[in-house]
Every structure is written in C-alpha cells, then in structure tokens.
C-alpha cells in the first residue's frame, strides 16, 4: 500500500537558519504530494501542494518539489522564524491503493525554532 | 468564514460510557473523514463518507461508528469507549473530486478514557 516516510523530530534550529524535512513515499500511480502544517492546539491546514512530477509547491517561504525519480517531496526554508514552530506533516492522495478519496499522511516532524 | 467545527474540543470520560463527538462543516463539501493522531504513529484514518449515506472504514475502524444523515454533519460514536481509544480525533472535509484539492481539519477534540 501507499506510505509516507519523514523523521519524527523535533527538529531544533536558530532562527534563520535554513531548514529540510526529508519526506520519501511509497505509492504506485501518479500521487499528489501535499505538506501540511500544524501550529499548537489548531488542526492541521495546507501549507503547499504538487499535483505532478518536477512540480515545485511554494507557500509562506516554504518549497518542495515533486522529485518522481526519487520519489521525495523535502519540505526547504531559507530562514526560518520563531513563529514556524508547528508539526508538519507530508502527505499523498491518489495512489492505485488507495484512490482519490484516500490521504496517507507521514508521522509528522515537530518543528522548533530557538530566538 | 469556511471552517470545519468539532465539539467538544475536550473530553473526559469513563470506559464503557457511550459518547460523541459531532462535526459540521459549512463548505458544502462532499467527502467528510474522522482521523485520530497518536505520537509517533501520526494521523490514521478511521472511517470516512464520500457523500450522505455513504461511509467506509478508514485504516483504525474498531470501537468506532459514523452516520452522514446530512451533508454538513458527520458525528463520530464510541458506543463503549475504552482506553486505548484515548487520543486526539480530527475531522476533515474536502470539496472536489480531483486528486489535488486539500482537505480542511477541524480543530480537534482530544479525547480521555479512563
């Protein structure tokens, strides 16, 4: 079946340092790619979105590009703030395992950023 | 404003003492889903409705059911709840058919069963 694999975490770093979140996926078909983001106590919302190979989503800072051959999708941020501290999670829909109704998400990497 | 609501936001509870958790979106929105987030497992799906009347199991179905009576409305039951059901539920909702619209999170209800 289709799976998601990023770190666990935390992740801590200075503010403005760069920033990857390694996600890898495991699916057949032609997936979208989808990083969300959860800030304490709030459910998660759309950080940014690839719907197709060599696709690059950009949001708030954040980038990641749909790499087919290595099937990754790393979250990158040139200088983070104190304010990105959340969870983020990496996720797919629309593996042949899965279908268009189904989401995997991976486990979430915990974000903190140190003033 | 678009949202997706869930309630309570907390929730205590003893084993075996039925219970739900309601969630309504105002999007119009088709597909509905309840997911629960546990540390180190991240979000698993636990049942999900593609429109009213019409639900599935999701990947952690036990101990759990769901009705889609309307579209807005896709209450979760625990009708015995136990304590490993102890964790934080979301639901969700996503307009559209096509394979890259997102889904929209409710705020979470956690939930503790002792």
């Known amino acids: 079946g289709d799976s998601v694999t990023q770190m666990e975490g935390p992740v801590t770093l200075s503010e403005e340092a760069f920033l990857t979140i390694n996600c890898t996926y495991t699916?057949?078909?032609?997936?979208?790619l989808f990083w969300y983001v959860q800030y304490p106590g709030e459910g998660l919302q759309l950080l940014l979105k690839?719907?197709?190979?060599?696709d690059k989503g950009s949001n708030k800072g954040f980038e990641a590009t749909y790499r087919k051959e290595t099937t990754s999708f790393h979250l990158e941020k040139g200088s983070v703030q104190v304010s990105d501290s959340a969870v983020y999670f990496c996720a797919l829909r629309g593996g042949s395992s899965g279908g268009y109704q189904k989401v995997t998400f991976g486990i979430g990497t915990k974000l903190q950023v140190i003033p | 404003e678009a949202q997706v609501t869930q309630n309570p936001r907390y929730l205590i509870t003893v084993t075996g003492k039925k219970l739900t958790v309601t969630c309504s979106q105002n999007m119009n929105h088709e597909y509905m889903s309840w997911y629960r987030q546990d540390p180190g497992l991240g979000l698993r799906q636990i049942y999900y409705?593609?429109?009213?009347?019409?639900?599935d199991k999701g990947d952690v179905p036990e101990g759990y059911k769901v009705s889609r009576k309307e579209k807005r409305n896709f209450p979760l039951i625990l009708e015995s709840p136990s304590p490993n059901q102890t964790s934080l539920y979301f639901c969700a909702s996503r307009g559209g058919l096509s394979s890259n619209s997102p889904l929209h999170f409710g705020n979470g209800t956690r939930l503790t069963v002792t």
């Open positions: 409705s593609m429109n009213v009347e019409v639900t």
């Open positions: 690839a719907t197709k190979a060599d």
């Open positions: 699916a057949t078909g032609y997936p979208s």
